[in-house]
């Protein structure tokens, strides 16, 4: 039986998780033993949409006000994941992550670093232009830029990506 772990830190109500759940009802399908890595309201939401799930939930509710207030809630529950990494290492055959996004590639991949055993796999669903490509301040588009790069450089220790769009497959090839 494979042991799958969602790694699901920064749930907040109101973003869906469709892709997520559909991917955890069809692995209990296929008799994975799934556990979800995430905050109280993750766990909570989680119970209320599927059964038998295993839960480790960091005792944390994220409190943003705005938009710079989220890279502070970020490292705060990154530091709070990084201090449960022993409690993670050896006992999942797959971490499924299912975002690029810089916060949900860090623990991930210290994990990889420490248990060269468990597979991990990460859902990419947008690409970030550099800056000057889009609309904003530089400022404002060049630090989502550098954790993109940052991302992506996390993400060549990934064992397999899934992609959402042709474009974005072609670029990680």
């Given amino acids: 039986m494979l042991r799958i772990l969602i790694y ?3 749930y907040v ?7 997520v759940l559909t991917k955890i009802r069809y692995w209990q399908k296929k ?3 799934m556990t979800v890595f995430g905050t109280k309201e993750a766990k ?3 119970r209320s949409q599927v059964k038998s799930l295993n839960y480790f939930s960091l005792d944390y509710v994220y409190h943003i006000k705005n938009p710079y ?4 809630e970020v490292s705060k529950i990154n530091i709070l994941a990084f201090l449960k990494i022993k409690q993670l290492l050896r006992k999942f055959d797959i971490i499924y992550s299912q975002s690029s996004v810089i916060d949900f590639l860090f623990i991930q991949w210290v994990i990889k670093l420490f248990d060269w055993r468990v597979r991990w796999f990460v859902m990419v669903d947008n690409l970030v232009p550099s800056p000057g490509k889009r609309p904003g301040s530089y400022l404002q588009q060049f630090f989502p ?3 993109f790069l940052l991302g992506n450089f996390l993400l060549k220790k ?3 990506i899934f992609t959402v769009t042709d474009s974005i497959k072609n ?3």
């Fill in 171 to 173: 670029y990680y090839r």
């Fill in 44 to 46: 909570s939401f989680y």
């Fill in 13 to 19: 109500s109101g973003i869906a998780r469709i892709i």
């Fill in 145 to 147: 830029y550098l954790a």
């Fill in 158 to 160: 990934a064992d397999g």
């Fill in 8 to 10: 699901d830190t920064n």
């Fill in 69 to 72: 207030q989220l890279i502070w």
């Fill in 31 to 33: 008799g994975c033993q």
